[in-house]
């Protein structure tokens, strides 16, 4: 009885897989054409298995009854992360390469550059050479105010003939009891004797500018210790001055800038600030060392620097600042014969 059964359960056992193969084949999905498509998608089974029911009931011998349990093989889509390959582009540090800077040079002229012998007698002319370069400064004093230089006409012609861009610049000096006599009391400015001299002092060298033919839209305001016509004691009294000839330059519709060292200027009128263009004096340093002085200072009275000068021996050099070479620059400085 007991080998009978077992033989039973045996064979119902062997049929039971037969079964389940037979179901598997059967319920199993087909891959879709899209999944050999795509190897990122695989399809496989069996993956997961859900009991969807029973088969009708069957018996086999010895009374035994087995219940044929379908299984359905789902198929579960893998999803696999396509790995995106990012490319890192290298950077390539291109060299470039700037142009050297362009240089506009010059050089400013006055009584030295006279022929031999001209002027007063603090101050006689030296006969020095001209100066090179693309513009001309022209001095319009023989040193002190209200003293004209003594060859302004043959400077403004010679920068004519010669197609120079040109400026003018004017030293201003404290005046004497004689000329506060004289030009102190009549002015713009009433009462105030010395801003009326330095005031005058601008008319004078205008008058003079003019007379000889030199045209400059602006005159450089030259403020430094002067040992032939020393300044006051009194910084006050000394910017009052400077103040009246800024004011007699513009009255007759002319631009204004300062010529002076940081030093110098607080010498003679100390902290006094206007903002004014400034054209900064570095000694004998160079092309390289009025470059600097145009870039890193000092200034003198907190305006830009439009230009720097150096002096290489008996004469003066002059560069146009760096951030003011451009043809607006000279334009607005300087005219062009």
């Not at 079964?19 to 695989?42: D, F, K, N, R």
């Not at 105010?145 to 302004?152: D, H, I, K, R, S």
């Not at 010498?267 to 340093?285: F, I, K, M, Q, T």
């Amino acid at each position: 009885m007991n080998t009978t059964r077992s033989r039973a359960l045996r064979r119902a056992l062997a049929a039971l897989t037969t079964a389940g193969a037979l179901a598997a084949s059967v319920l199993a999905p087909a891959v879709p054409a899209s999944a050999a498509a795509h190897p990122e998608t695989a399809w496989h089974h069996p993956a997961r298995l859900s009991v969807t029911g029973q088969h009708p009931v069957r018996r086999v011998a010895g009374n035994v009854v087995i219940r044929h349990t379908a299984v359905r093989h789902t198929a579960v889509r893998h999803t696999v992360v396509r790995h995106t390959v990012v490319r890192h582009a290298v950077v390539r540090h291109a060299v470039v390469r700037h142009p050297a800077p362009v240089r506009i040079t010059g050089g400013d002229l006055s009584w030295p550059q006279c022929p031999k012998g001209m002027g007063i007698p603090e101050r006689r002319s030296l006969g020095l050479p001209l100066p090179a370069g693309t513009f001309a400064i022209i001095g319009l004093t023989n040193g002190p105010g209200f003293t004209p230089n003594p060859c302004l006409a043959m400077h403004a012609d010679w920068a004519r003939s010669h197609h120079k861009r040109t400026a003018a610049y004017a030293l201003t000096t404290y005046p004497t009891d004689a000329q506060l006599a004289t030009y102190g009391a009549t002015g713009p400015f009433g009462g105030d004797q010395l801003r009326n001299a330095g005031y005058a002092q601008a008319q004078f060298n205008v008058d003079s500018m003019q007379a000889a033919g030199l045209t400059s839209p602006i005159v450089w305001v030259d403020v430094e210790p002067y040992r032939v016509r020393p300044w006051s004691g009194d910084q006050a009294a000394n910017r009052a001055v400077v103040e009246g000839a800024l004011a007699g330059y513009r009255a007759r519709g002319y631009a204004v800038g300062i010529y002076s060292t940081a030093a110098l200027w607080r010498a003679v009128v100390g902290s006094a600030r206007y903002g004014l263009p400034e054209w900064r004096a570095a000694g004998n340093s160079g092309l390289a060392g009025a470059v600097n002085r145009c870039v890193n200072g000092p200034g003198i009275q907190g305006g830009p620097a439009i230009m720097g000068q150096w002096a290489p021996g008996t004469y003066d050099l002059d560069v146009v600042c760096p951030a003011h070479s451009t043809s607006w620059t000279l334009s607005r400085y300087f005219h062009a014969y």
